[in-house]
């Protein structure tokens, strides 16, 4: 277990809908990522923030927003969903900005 | 264009011996490189980093090599055992920071008994 605590394990949703994907940090982590991970692309990096301001920023979609809130844990919201955006979605926070990434156990997304 | 790429999508071998990984990177220049394990359907765990400065890392039955003149790393687990049958994915941050990880695809790993 990392610490990292990610809600909800699975969603199932629609085309053309809206999500948020929850993420705790571990305890002390000020750092929070977000990754996607799907089978024709692999695991990418989406975006980082650092004790609520956005650090450095991946192939995001522009659909896809996130937020870093004051007590530390990050929401990545996901709107008007497509087939591909069918994937696994992982937080990892760390320590610092450069510090070792210690990741969630995910979130699955299908997009019916 | 930038791209990481790990040897082999699978690899199978005989408890007991040495699993030697790869993973080769073009058009990069990174600070750091680091390797990950995944079961399925859980995240990432990190493993071990090894600087751009090191040539070699260990802990305990696991020993990375980074050679920055061949672009090249490699992930050894000696004495393997079936538990350690995993995905490993390789991964380093082209702005020289352990930060904005790009990841290879992975090494599915079997270590059959």
């Known amino acids: 277990d990392s610490g990292v605590t990610q809600t909800p394990k699975h969603l199932i949703t629609a085309t053309g809908q809206r999500v948020t994907l929850r993420c705790s940090p571990r305890s002390g982590d000020l750092s929070v990522y977000w990754y996607q991970q799907s089978l024709d692309q692999g695991l990418q990096f989406l975006i980082q923030?650092?004790?609520?301001?956005?650090?450095a920023k991946g192939n995001i979609l522009e659909r896809f927003s996130a937020q870093q809130f004051p007590d530390l844990h990050s929401e990545l919201n996901l709107s008007s969903l497509e087939l591909g955006d069918s994937a696994l979605y992982f937080c990892a926070s760390s320590r610092g900005v450069d510090d070792t990434q210690y990741f969630g156990p995910g979130t699955r997304l299908t997009v019916l | 264009s930038q791209k990481i790429e790990q040897n082999s999508e699978a690899l199978n071998i005989q408890e007991g011996k040495t699993a030697t990984l790869t993973c080769n990177y073009t058009n990069y220049s990174p600070a750091y490189l680091q390797w990950y394990r995944q079961d399925p359907g859980r995240g990432p765990v990190f493993l071990l980093l090894i600087r751009e400065n090191e040539k070699e890392k260990r802990k305990e039955r696991l020993k990375v090599t980074f050679d920055t003149t061949l672009k090249q790393s490699l992930f050894h687990i000696t004495a393997s055992q079936p538990a350690d049958s995993a995905t490993y994915l390789c991964?380093?941050?082209?702005?020289?920071?352990?930060?904005?990880?790009?990841f290879g695809s992975g090494t599915q790993l079997t270590v059959l008994p």
């Open positions: 991964a380093l941050d082209p702005s020289g920071s352990a930060r904005q990880l790009t």
């Open positions: 923030y650092y004790n609520g301001e956005e650090r």
